[in-house]
C-alpha cells in the first residue's frame, strides 16, 4: 500500500472516483437512461417510453441484430479457425520464418479499418471474384479484421503451453494428429474460447470497414445505431446501442462460462 | 497390422523421419493460412497502392493522382487532424490510464477489482458508443446544459464543444485510456508490496516512491501502450463519424467520404496509402517497444512459469 | 552394428512386451550450434538392467535420455533401442516409457485416461478396448493407485501423480523406461519411500531397462545396477555402485559419489606412495608409474584416530558435531584431511596435534589428473 494515512487513503479515492466515474462509468449509464426517455432538456432525461425496444423488435432493426449476430458468429469462427491453425504452424517453423507469419498475421491491426473495407472493396468490385454487394464481404471483413486477435492470442497460449505434455504424449506413442486433437487443442481450449469471445464482440461492434462494404439487404447494427442517430433519431439511437451492448455482454458471458468448465486448473 | 510373432517388414527409409522433410512438411502446414490472409487482406492491399497510381481506368501509372490529393485543402486539413487529435489523445490517455492505474494498484479499495474487470467489458464494446454517450451528456439537449438550464434558469447551456475537435479529443481519450491501463496493471502487479514496503520503512515519501520504485517498472508497458493508442488513435474512424462534424474531418473520415459519397475511388486509395504508411511506421515502432517491455519483463515470468500449471 | 540393424527390428510402434530390450549410446553427439551439449557419448545399457546417469547439472545426463527419447536429434552417432538404430525415428516411435520431472499428467484426463493415453494412441495396432482396461487396471494395480482412478490429476498429492505418471508410462508395456529426474519434485521424506517402491516395480518387472536420470547419489547408489557418472558433457566412470564408491577411476567419481579427502602424492614402487615425505602404502593403480603424481582417494568414515599402517600427523582445525560422528578436518603438512570419527567423548580442541590413519586398502591411488574437473 503506498498512502497510508486514512485520510490521504479517502483523499486519493475520492479524486479516483471523480476522475473514473464520468469518464467511464457515466457514458454507458447516460446510454441507458435515454434509451427509456423520449427528451433530454433538463439535469435527468424525462418522458419516460418503451416505445424505442418495442421498435426493435421488429423491422429492420431486429433485422440488423440479426445481420450482426449473424456475422459475428461466421467471422470469430472463421477468425479462429485461421488464427489458431496459423498459430500452430508457425510453431513448427524456424524462428525467422515464424516472425514473418506472425507479423503478416499481425498487420490488420495496423492497417486502418477503413483501408480494409476499402481494399475490399477495390479488389471484389471486379472479375474474378465480385462479392461486392453480399453478405459475404462483410464477413470477409470482420474476418480479417478480427483474425489478428485470435492469432494473438492463441499464440501467446501455446507458448504457455508446457512441451512437457506434448513430449510426454509423444513418448507415449501419439502421432502428431492425435497430440494435437487429443492434448493441445483441449489444453488450449480456455484460450480458445476467450479469443472466440474478443473476436465476438470486436466483430459486433465493427463500424470502420462496415460502413464501406455493407450491402443494403445485410445492414449490421453498429451501422443501423449510426443511421438511426444521424437523422437526429437519439434516443431510439440509444435504444439500439444498448441491444448491442447487452447482446455483446450476453455472448462474453456465456463463453466466459463455457471456459470456467473448460479450465482444469 | 502385424500379428504378434510375425517378423516385422524392413522399415522402408522413406518412413524414417529427416530433419529436412519435416521442416518442408512444416513450411505446407504455414501455407493454407498464408494464402487464405494474401487473398482477403494482402492482394487487395496491392490493389490499393495500384489504383492510387492510376489516374484514368486501364491507364498507365502516374504520380499524378498524389500530386492532385496533395494540393487539396481538405487533405492538408484531414492530415494535421488526424496527427494533432492523435498526438493529444495519447498523451491524455497517458496521463489519465496512469493516475487511475497507480491508485487501482496500489491505493486498492472495496471493489477496485471489479473495476479491473469494468475495464476489460469496456474494451469489448465499440468506440462510437462513447460519441453517442458524450452527445447526451454535453450535447444541445443533455445531462450537462441541463443542469446548467436548471440551475440559471437560461434556455440552454454553455457547452457545445461536441462538434470540434476538443469533442472528439475528449471521446478518444475516454475510450482509448483503458488500452493503457491494461498492460500498466500488469506491470504493476509485477512490483513486490515488499519492495514498497521496504523503501516505505526507508521513510521514502509517496512521491519519492512511485518515481523510484513504480516508474522504472511501468515505463516499458507505458511506452507500449502509449505507441498502441497512438496507432488506433491515427485509424480511429467510429468517433469521428458519429461527431457528425463537417469540419472535423480526419484520414479515414477523407478516405470514407471520397470512396462511397465521392466515388473517388483513386483518391480514396491515395489517402489510404499515406494512411497505411503513417500507421504502419508506428505500428513498426509499437511493436519494437512492445517487444522491448515484454523481453525486460520475461526472466520474472518466464523459466519455472511452465511449473505452476502441471 | 552394420547397416542392415538399421531396419531390422519390430514394427512401428509395436513393441514385443516380452522381448527385453537395452540401449545402446554409439559415439553419440548433441550440440546447440557452437554449444556441445554431449560429445561422443558412448553406453551400453543391458536389458533389464537399472543404469542412473548420475551427474551435476549441464553435465549432458539429461540430453542423453532425450536422445533415446527422440526429442533431441544427435548431430552425430547412433542410439539403438533393443538393437534397433532408432537415431532417425520421430519419438511415437520408440516405444518408450517415460516419467518426467513435473510428470506432465494430462490434466484434462482422469487417471485411469491418463493412463490408457499411450495404449488409445496406438490403438488399432496393439491393444482392444477390452485389453486397455485390462492393461490400465494392472498398471494402476501395480503402482497402487487403483482407487483414484476417477480423479482428475489436480486432486491428487504430488507422490500420487508420480505413481499416476510410472502406470501411465508402464502401461505400454515398454521395454525401455526413461526416468528424468524422477523424485525431484517430491518432498526428501517422500522421496526414500518412493525409491523403494522404484525398487520393488523393478523387481516385478525385470525385464524392463531403466535409464534413471539424477543429480542424486544417493538416489544413483541405491536403485542403479550400474551408475555413469557425467560431467561437462561427457562420460567419466562408469560401473556397479560398489566399485564406483570404493575404486573410483577419476577424482571427478571420487568426489561426487560420496565424499573424499583426495591428496597429491607421488606414486612409489610396490603399492607405496609418498605424501608430502610420509610414505604411504596403498592400493595402486593402473597407470600410476613410480615417480608419477597422482591423486590419492580415502573415504572420511575410512579415517581412524591414532596410530596405525598408514599414519598421518596433523593439526585440529575445525570440528563438527554431526550426531552419530564427528567430522573432523585437520591440516596435514598445508592440506586438509576429513575424518568423520564415530561420536568422540572428549571434542578434540582446534590447534591441537591429532594422529589419524587409514588402511593401505582402503586408499585408492588415482593417476592424476585423469577425468579431473581441470584437464580440458
Same mark, same amino acid.
Given at each position: 500500500?503506498?498512502?497510508?494515512?486514512?485520510?490521504?487513503?479517502?483523499?486519493?479515492?475520492?479524486?479516483?472516483?471523480?476522475?473514473?466515474?464520468?469518464?467511464?462509468?457515466?457514458?454507458?449509464?447516460?446510454?441507458?437512461?435515454?434509451?427509456?426517455?423520449?427528451?433530454?432538456?433538463?439535469?435527468?432525461?424525462?418522458?419516460?417510453?418503451?416505445?424505442?425496444?418495442?421498435?426493435?423488435?421488429?423491422?429492420?432493426?431486429?433485422?440488423?441484430?440479426?445481420?450482426?449476430?449473424?456475422?459475428?458468429?461466421?467471422?470469430?469462427?472463421?477468425?479462429?479457425?485461421?488464427?489458431?491453425?496459423?498459430?500452430?504452424?508457425?510453431?513448427?517453423?524456424?524462428?525467422?520464418?515464424?516472425?514473418?507469419?506472425?507479423?503478416?498475421?499481425?498487420?490488420?491491426?495496423?492497417?486502418?479499418?477503413?483501408?480494409?473495407?476499402?481494399?475490399?472493396?477495390?479488389?471484389?468490385?471486379?472479375?474474378?471474384?465480385?462479392?461486392?454487394?453480399?453478405?459475404?464481404?462483410?464477413?470477409?471483413?470482420?474476418?480479417?479484421?478480427?483474425?489478428?486477435?485470435?492469432?494473438?492470442?492463441?499464440?501467446?497460449?501455446?507458448?504457455?503451453?508446457?512441451?512437457?505434455?506434448?513430449?510426454? =504424449?509423444?513418448?507415449? #506413442? *501419439?502421432?502428431? @494428429?492425435? /497430440? $494435437?486433437?487429443?492434448?493441445? %487443442?483441449?489444453? +488450449? !481450449?480456455?484460450?480458445?474460447?476467450a479469443a472466440a469471445g474478443l473476436c465476438f464482440a470486436l466483430s459486433m461492434g465493427e463500424l470502420s470497414a462496415t460502413m464501406m462494404?455493407?450491402?443494403?439487404?445485410?445492414?449490421?447494427?453498429?451501422?443501423?445505431?449510426?443511421?438511426?442517430?444521424?437523422?437526429? =433519431?437519439?434516443?431510439? #439511437? *440509444?435504444?439500439? @446501442?444498448? /441491444? $448491442?451492448?447487452?447482446?455483446? %455482454?450476453?455472448? +462474453? !458471458?456465456?463463453?466466459?462460462?463455457?471456459?470456467?468448465?473448460?479450465?482444469?486448473? | 497390422?502385424?500379428?504378434?510373432?510375425?517378423?516385422?517388414?524392413?522399415?522402408?527409409?522413406?518412413?524414417?523421419?529427416?530433419?529436412?522433410?519435416?521442416?518442408?512438411?512444416?513450411?505446407?502446414?504455414?501455407?493454407?493460412?498464408?494464402?487464405?490472409?494474401?487473398?482477403?487482406?494482402?492482394?487487395?492491399?496491392?490493389?490499393?497502392?495500384?489504383?492510387?497510381?492510376?489516374?484514368?481506368?486501364?491507364?498507365?501509372?502516374?504520380?499524378?493522382?498524389?500530386?492532385?490529393?496533395?494540393?487539396?485543402?481538405?487533405?492538408?486539413?484531414?492530415?494535421?487532424?488526424?496527427?494533432?487529435?492523435?498526438?493529444?489523445?495519447?498523451?491524455?490517455?497517458?496521463?489519465?490510464?496512469?493516475?487511475?492505474?497507480?491508485?487501482?494498484?496500489?491505493?486498492?479499495?472495496?471493489?477496485s477489482r471489479a473495476i479491473g474487470r469494468f475495464i476489460d467489458v469496456f474494451l469489448a464494446f465499440p468506440s462510437f458508443l462513447i460519441?453517442?454517450?458524450?452527445?447526451?451528456?454535453?450535447?444541445?439537449?443533455?445531462?450537462?446544459?441541463?443542469?446548467?438550464?436548471?440551475?440559471?434558469?437560461?434556455?440552454?447551456?454553455?457547452?457545445?464543444?461536441?462538434?470540434?475537435?476538443?469533442?472528439?479529443?475528449?471521446?478518444?481519450?475516454?475510450?482509448?485510456?483503458?488500452?493503457?491501463?491494461?498492460?500498466?496493471?500488469?506491470?504493476?502487479?509485477?512490483?513486490?508490496?515488499?519492495?514498497?514496503?521496504?523503501?516505505?520503512?526507508?521513510?521514502?515519501?509517496?512521491?519519492?516512491?512511485?518515481?523510484?520504485?513504480?516508474?522504472?517498472?511501468?515505463?516499458?508497458?507505458?511506452?507500449?501502450?502509449?505507441?498502441?493508442?497512438?496507432?488506433?488513435?491515427?485509424?480511429?474512424?467510429?468517433?469521428?463519424?458519429?461527431?457528425?462534424?463537417?469540419?472535423?474531418?480526419?484520414?479515414?473520415?477523407?478516405?470514407?467520404?471520397?470512396?462511397?459519397?465521392?466515388?473517388?475511388?483513386?483518391?480514396?486509395?491515395?489517402?489510404?496509402?499515406?494512411?497505411?504508411?503513417?500507421?504502419?511506421?508506428?505500428?513498426?515502432?509499437?511493436?519494437?517497444?512492445?517487444?522491448?517491455?515484454?523481453?525486460?519483463?520475461?526472466?520474472?515470468?518466464?523459466?519455472?512459469?511452465?511449473?505452476?500449471?502441471? | 552394428?552394420?547397416?542392415?540393424?538399421?531396419?531390422?527390428?519390430?514394427?512401428?510402434?509395436?513393441?514385443?512386451?516380452?522381448?527385453?530390450?537395452?540401449?545402446?549410446?554409439?559415439?553419440?553427439?548433441?550440440?546447440?550450434?557452437?554449444?556441445?551439449?554431449?560429445?561422443?557419448?558412448?553406453?551400453?545399457?543391458?536389458?533389464?538392467?537399472?543404469?542412473?546417469?548420475?551427474?551435476?547439472?549441464?553435465?549432458?545426463?539429461?540430453?542423453?535420455?532425450?536422445?533415446?527419447?527422440?526429442?533431441?536429434?544427435?548431430?552425430?552417432?547412433?542410439?539403438?533401442?533393443?538393437?534397433?538404430?532408432?537415431?532417425?525415428?520421430?519419438?511415437?516411435?520408440?516405444?518408450?516409457?517415460?516419467?518426467?520431472?513435473?510428470?506432465?499428467?494430462?490434466?484434462?484426463?482422469?487417471?485411469?485416461?491418463?493412463?490408457?493415453?499411450?495404449?488409445?494412441?496406438?490403438?488399432?495396432?496393439?491393444?482392444?478396448?477390452?485389453?486397455?482396461?485390462?492393461?490400465?487396471?494392472?498398471?494402476?494395480?501395480?503402482?497402487?493407485?487403483?482407487?483414484?482412478?476417477?480423479?482428475?490429476?489436480?486432486?491428487?498429492?504430488?507422490?500420487?501423480?508420480?505413481?499416476?505418471?510410472?502406470?501411465?508410462?508402464?502401461?505400454?508395456?515398454?521395454?525401455?523406461?526413461?526416468?528424468?529426474?524422477?523424485?525431484?519434485?517430491?518432498?526428501?521424506?517422500?522421496?526414500?519411500?518412493?525409491?523403494?517402491?522404484?525398487?520393488?516395480?523393478?523387481?516385478?518387472?525385470?525385464?524392463?531397462?531403466?535409464?534413471?536420470?539424477?543429480?542424486?547419489?544417493?538416489?544413483?547408489?541405491?536403485?542403479?545396477?550400474?551408475?555413469?557418472?557425467?560431467?561437462?558433457?561427457?562420460?567419466?566412470?562408469?560401473?556397479?555402485?560398489?566399485?564406483?564408491?570404493?575404486?573410483?577411476?577419476?577424482?571427478?567419481?571420487?568426489?561426487?559419489?560420496?565424499?573424499?579427502?583426495?591428496?597429491?602424492?607421488?606414486?612409489?614402487?610396490?603399492?607405496?606412495?609418498?605424501?608430502?615425505?610420509?610414505?604411504?602404502?596403498?592400493?595402486?593403480?593402473?597407470?600410476?608409474?613410480?615417480?608419477?603424481?597422482?591423486?590419492?582417494?580415502?573415504?572420511?568414515?575410512?579415517?581412524?584416530?591414532?596410530?596405525?599402517?598408514?599414519?598421518?600427523?596433523?593439526?585440529?582445525?575445525?570440528?563438527?558435531?554431526?550426531?552419530?560422528?564427528?567430522?573432523?578436518?585437520?591440516?596435514?603438512?598445508?592440506?586438509?584431511?576429513?575424518?568423520?570419527?564415530?561420536?568422540?567423548?572428549?571434542?578434540?580442541?582446534?590447534?591441537?596435534?591429532?594422529?589419524?590413519?587409514?588402511?593401505?586398502?582402503?586408499?585408492?591411488?588415482?593417476?592424476?589428473?585423469?577425468?579431473?574437473?581441470?584437464?580440458?
Open positions: 500500500m503506498l498512502v497510508h494515512s486514512k485520510g490521504a487513503r479517502r483523499a486519493v479515492w475520492t479524486l479516483f472516483l471523480v476522475l473514473f466515474l464520468p469518464v467511464f462509468a457515466l457514458p454507458l449509464l447516460v446510454i441507458v437512461a435515454a434509451s427509456f426517455a423520449s427528451s433530454w432538456s433538463g439535469a435527468l432525461p424525462s418522458g419516460p417510453t418503451l416505445a424505442h425496444y418495442r421498435d426493435i423488435t421488429q423491422g429492420d432493426s431486429l433485422r440488423a441484430l440479426v445481420t450482426s449476430l449473424v456475422t459475428a458468429v461466421a467471422a470469430s469462427l472463421l477468425a479462429l479457425a485461421a488464427g489458431t491453425w496459423a498459430a500452430l504452424a508457425a510453431q513448427r517453423l524456424r524462428p525467422r520464418a515464424r516472425k514473418v507469419l506472425d507479423a503478416l498475421f499481425m498487420l490488420p491491426v495496423a492497417v486502418p479499418s477503413v483501408v480494409v473495407g476499402l481494399s475490399l472493396l477495390v479488389a471484389f468490385s471486379q472479375p474474378p471474384l465480385l462479392l461486392n454487394g453480399t453478405p459475404q464481404i462483410v464477413v470477409i471483413a470482420h474476418t480479417v479484421l478480427v483474425t489478428a486477435f485470435a492469432h494473438q492470442s492463441v499464440t501467446a497460449a501455446l507458448a504457455r503451453l508446457d512441451p512437457a505434455y506434448e513430449q510426454s =504424449a509423444a513418448g507415449l #506413442g *501419439a502421432r502428431p @494428429a492425435y /497430440v $494435437l486433437w487429443r492434448v493441445k %487443442l483441449p489444453l +488450449l !481450449l480456455p484460450s480458445l474460447t462494404i455493407y450491402p443494403p439487404d445485410w445492414l449490421p447494427l453498429p451501422v443501423r445505431v449510426f443511421a438511426t442517430t444521424d437523422r437526429g =433519431a437519439l434516443f431510439a #439511437g *440509444a435504444a439500439l @446501442a444498448v /441491444v $448491442l451492448m447487452a447482446a455483446t %455482454l450476453l455472448v +462474453l !458471458l456465456a463463453v466466459s462460462r463455457i471456459r470456467t468448465k473448460a479450465s482444469y486448473r | 497390422m502385424s500379428r504378434p510373432g510375425t517378423p516385422a517388414p524392413p522399415r522402408p527409409t522413406r518412413e524414417r523421419y529427416r530433419g529436412e522433410r519435416r521442416k518442408v512438411s512444416s513450411a505446407l502446414w504455414a501455407l493454407p493460412p498464408l494464402l487464405a490472409l494474401g487473398l482477403v487482406f494482402l492482394y487487395p492491399l496491392v490493389l490499393v497502392v495500384r489504383q492510387s497510381f492510376t489516374q484514368d481506368e486501364g491507364g498507365p501509372l502516374s504520380t499524378a493522382p498524389y500530386a492532385q490529393v496533395f494540393a487539396e485543402a481538405s487533405f492538408t486539413d484531414a492530415f494535421g487532424n488526424t496527427v494533432l487529435i492523435a498526438l493529444g489523445a495519447t498523451a491524455g490517455c497517458l496521463l489519465l490510464g496512469f493516475a487511475l492505474a497507480l491508485v487501482i494498484a496500489f491505493v486498492p479499495f472495496p471493489g460519441t453517442l454517450a458524450l452527445l447526451f451528456v454535453y450535447g444541445t439537449a443533455g445531462l450537462a446544459n441541463g443542469l446548467w438550464a436548471d440551475a440559471t434558469g437560461a434556455a440552454g447551456g454553455p457547452f457545445d464543444f461536441l462538434r470540434t475537435p476538443w469533442g472528439v479529443l475528449l471521446a478518444e481519450i475516454t475510450y482509448f485510456t483503458p488500452f493503457v491501463m491494461r498492460p500498466l496493471l500488469a506491470a504493476f502487479s509485477q512490483v513486490e508490496t515488499g519492495q514498497l514496503e521496504a523503501a516505505a520503512s526507508l521513510g521514502a515519501r509517496p512521491a519519492r516512491i512511485v518515481r523510484k520504485v513504480i516508474w522504472p517498472e511501468a515505463l516499458p508497458s507505458l511506452a507500449a501502450g502509449g505507441a498502441l493508442v497512438l496507432v488506433l488513435t491515427l485509424n480511429e474512424f467510429g468517433i469521428v463519424l458519429f461527431t457528425g462534424a463537417k469540419d472535423v474531418v480526419t484520414l479515414p473520415v477523407l478516405i470514407y467520404t471520397k470512396a462511397i459519397l465521392d466515388g473517388d475511388y483513386t483518391g480514396a486509395c491515395v489517402v489510404a496509402v499515406v494512411n497505411i504508411a503513417l500507421s504502419l511506421a508506428l505500428y513498426a515502432l509499437y511493436r519494437a517497444v512492445a517487444a522491448r517491455a515484454g523481453g525486460a519483463r520475461t526472466p520474472s515470468t518466464g523459466g519455472d512459469g511452465h511449473r505452476a500449471r502441471a | 552394428m552394420s547397416a542392415a540393424t538399421t531396419t531390422a527390428g519390430t514394427a512401428a510402434g509395436g513393441r514385443a512386451p516380452a522381448a527385453p530390450s537395452g540401449i545402446r549410446f554409439d559415439n553419440v553427439s548433441v550440440a546447440y550450434g557452437e554449444n556441445v551439449v554431449l560429445d561422443s557419448f558412448d553406453l551400453t545399457v543391458e536389458p533389464g538392467e537399472v543404469m542412473a546417469l548420475l551427474g551435476p547439472s549441464g553435465s549432458g545426463k539429461t540430453t542423453a535420455l532425450r536422445a533415446v527419447a527422440g526429442f533431441v536429434r544427435p548431430c552425430a552417432g547412433r542410439v539403438l533401442i533393443g538393437g534397433r538404430d532408432v537415431t532417425g525415428l520421430p519419438p511415437h516411435r520408440r516405444g518408450i516409457g517415460m516419467v518426467v520431472q513435473q510428470y506432465a499428467l494430462f490434466p484434462h484426463l482422469r487417471v485411469e485416461d491418463n493412463v490408457a493415453f499411450g495404449l488409445k494412441a496406438r490403438r488399432g495396432r496393439t491393444a482392444s478396448r477390452a485389453e486397455t482396461a485390462a492393461r490400465v487396471a494392472e498398471a494402476l494395480e501395480m503402482t497402487g493407485m487403483a482407487a483414484y482412478a476417477r480423479r482428475h490429476p489436480r486432486e491428487l498429492s504430488g507422490g500420487q501423480q508420480q505413481r499416476v505418471a510410472i502406470a501411465r508410462a508402464l502401461a505400454i508395456r515398454p521395454g525401455v523406461l526413461l526416468l528424468d529426474e524422477p523424485l525431484s519434485a517430491l518432498d526428501t521424506r517422500l522421496r526414500s519411500g518412493m525409491l523403494a517402491e522404484l525398487a520393488r516395480l523393478h523387481r516385478d518387472l525385470p525385464d524392463v531397462s531403466v535409464l534413471y536420470v539424477t543429480h542424486d547419489q544417493v538416489e544413483a547408489l541405491t536403485l542403479a545396477d550400474r551408475i555413469a557418472v557425467m560431467d561437462r558433457a561427457r562420460l567419466r566412470d562408469c560401473g556397479t555402485p560398489q566399485d564406483l564408491y570404493r575404486r573410483p577411476r577419476t577424482e571427478f567419481t571420487a568426489s561426487f559419489v560420496g565424499n573424499a579427502n583426495l591428496l597429491p602424492v607421488t606414486a612409489g614402487p610396490d603399492g607405496t606412495a609418498d605424501f608430502a615425505g610420509t610414505r604411504l602404502t596403498v592400493t595402486p593403480a593402473e597407470g600410476a608409474a613410480p615417480g608419477a603424481s597422482a591423486t590419492l582417494c580415502v573415504r572420511p568414515h575410512l579415517v581412524g584416530l591414532g596410530d596405525g599402517p598408514n599414519t598421518l600427523h596433523g593439526r585440529v582445525t575445525e570440528v563438527q558435531w554431526r550426531g552419530a560422528t564427528h567430522r573432523v578436518y585437520a591440516d596435514v603438512a598445508g592440506h586438509r584431511v576429513m575424518a568423520d570419527l564415530r561420536e568422540l567423548r572428549t571434542t578434540p580442541e582446534h590447534g591441537s596435534d591429532i594422529t589419524l590413519h587409514f588402511a593401505a586398502e582402503d586408499a585408492v591411488l588415482l593417476p592424476a589428473g585423469a577425468g579431473s574437473t581441470d584437464d580440458e
